[in-house]
């Protein structure tokens, strides 16, 4: 199942920066372990038979004595395992997962989607409150997940003319491929091909002291798929993501902490985050800050990622006026654009017509308490997300047609940007709202065909004087008048 795509994808995505190349990187322990044979406890790699049963039995075996599970050649069709504490997952190569279509496979378990705790089917592979758990090869896990997107569209063509687009991404259960939640040193990595995702590729979940390291994330082999996102690290702590080579269609390295009320309630940061040597093929964006900003991010780390076209965003940073949140101490080096239409783009009202939760009367008799809980209101000022502290340096851009693209709040500008090294070319400058104290260092070269605009209270300091202009005519970016499909990928 196209498991020779990865040593490929992976020796290609080694090449980035000054870092390792990636390839498969076998997770060890000081002594031996055990080995288990999923085939002894009757799985069969045949394509057909749902080995949901069987392979629990050997994952469970596996974990009473802290042992390796290995999963050899062949195809597995399976509903959601669960891996336990003190074990390993293996997939050799040409060992394939492939995810049951059926979603009365994915049990539903208490979870946070897309900012929302709630109840939501189990995804394929589940490390859920466990601890000491490896998942690592060179095999496969496939979600073959179409029949979910289909569904999702389904769904959202009835929900659109109620005035529910808001609620669809909760409404359409669709299994992630892999979640982490609630657990702590878990290794995932070593060559594995993750692709055709249901939702969510990788969600890491109220987790700490987690390592991805050597990933191919492949989902658009069939067709784009609805919120497919590569990584989600979500209100976690001390997590390393190396070596992923990604092609979603939507954010493929992202961070989140928590939407609106339910978000400001649970307040669980995203802290000390490292992501190195990856690279973004296919997205929304390379690099994505929220828009699930709640619980706020801080010591977060990126360095050499490369992105390429058709990915439209390098750097997003996308908020909503009900998010709050903040984000804090940021620091991204080496970042390669090769063809991104947009440099940079920082938005705080993000997708409204998906951002502003707001329940018809006709439906409110019926409103599921996850309803309720996305269309809790939220006072104005703790609604801001407060953003300062981002430090970009060494961002090369290639082919680009706008280098900034800027709209805060008046409220809450974004403060203390510094960048240095950037070395960007593009057909615009852009504009840069509501900003306060950025600086540029000097040897920032920016070749723009047009300058940036800045509203009359905003300084682009270090920067040469043809490079911006104030422009009181410059007014923030508004989609809201957008059709809800334009909206969705801007």
């Not at 497919?228 to 992202?254: F, Q």
């Not at 190195?276 to 050499?304: H, K, N, Q, W, Y």
């Not at 009181?472 to 508004?478: E, L």
């Amino acid at each position: 199942m196209r498991a020779g795509l990865t040593g490929k994808h992976i020796a290609r995505a080694g090449r980035l920066g000054s870092g390792p190349a990636l390839g498969p990187q076998p997770f060890t322990t000081a002594a031996m372990r055990i080995e288990i044979d999923a085939l002894a406890y009757g799985a069969r790699g045949d394509g057909c038979t749902l080995n949901t049963r069987a392979l629990q039995a050997a994952i469970d075996a596996a974990a009473l004595q802290d042992a390796e599970l290995r999963l050899g050649p062949g195809v597995y069709l399976t509903g959601a395992l669960f891996l336990k504490t003190g074990m390993t997952l293996r997939l050799d190569r040409g060992a394939t997962l492939l995810g049951s279509r059926d979603l009365a496979d994915y049990p539903l378990l208490p979870t946070r989607v897309a900012g929302i705790e709630m109840r939501w089917p189990a995804a394929l592979v589940n490390i859920y409150g466990e601890h000491d758990v490896s998942l690592v090869g060179e095999g496969c896990i496939d979600g073959d997940g179409k029949v979910f997107w289909d569904s999702y569209w389904a769904l959202r063509a009835t929900y659109e003319p109620r005035g529910l687009r808001w609620a669809s991404d909760y409404d359409c259960q669709r299994p992630r491929l892999i979640q982490v939640f609630e657990s702590s040193r878990i290794h995932i990595g070593g060559g594995l091909l993750l692709r055709r995702s249901g939702f969510w590729t990788l969600h890491l979940c109220y987790s700490e002291d987690v390592t991805v390291d050597g990933v191919v994330i492949r989902n658009n082999d069939d067709a784009h798929g609805p919120s497919t996102d590569g990584i989600d690290i979500d209100s976690s702590r001390r997590v390393t993501i190396r070596r992923a080579d990604i092609a979603v269609n939507d954010d493929a390295l992202c961070l989140k902490a928590g939407r609106d009320a339910d978000g400001l309630r649970v307040a669980r940061p995203c802290e000390d985050i490292t992501i190195s040597d990856c690279i973004v093929r296919e997205g929304a964006a390379g690099l994505t800050f929220g828009s699930e900003t709640s619980g706020g991010f801080r010591r977060i780390t990126a360095e050499r990622i490369a992105v390429h076209a058709p990915v439209p965003v390098g750097l997003l940073f996308k908020s909503a006026p009900t998010r709050g949140g903040f984000i804090d101490g940021v620091s991204i080096s080496d970042l390669q654009l090769h063809d991104v239409p947009v440099v940079m783009r920082a938005t705080m009202n993000w997708n409204p017509a998906y951002s502003r939760a707001v329940i018809p009367d006709a439906e409110r008799a019926h409103a599921p308490a996850h309803w309720l809980a996305l269309a809790a209101p939220v006072p104005p000022e703790q609604g801001r997300t407060q953003v300062a502290g981002v430090h970009v340096q060494r961002l090369q851009a290639r082919g680009a047609d706008v280098a900034f693209e800027v709209d805060a709040d008046a409220e809450a500008p974004l403060r203390h940007f510094r960048f240095s090294g950037l070395d960007i070319e593009a057909k615009r400058g852009g504009h840069v709202l509501d900003v306060l104290g950025w600086r540029f260092a000097d040897d920032c070269r920016l070749t723009l065909g047009a300058p940036i605009a800045v509203n009359a209270d905003n300084t682009l300091a270090g920067l040469p004087a043809e490079h911006w202009r104030v422009d009181t005519s410059q007014q923030r970016r508004d989609v809201s008048a957008l059709s809800m499909a334009e909206q969705d990928v801007l």
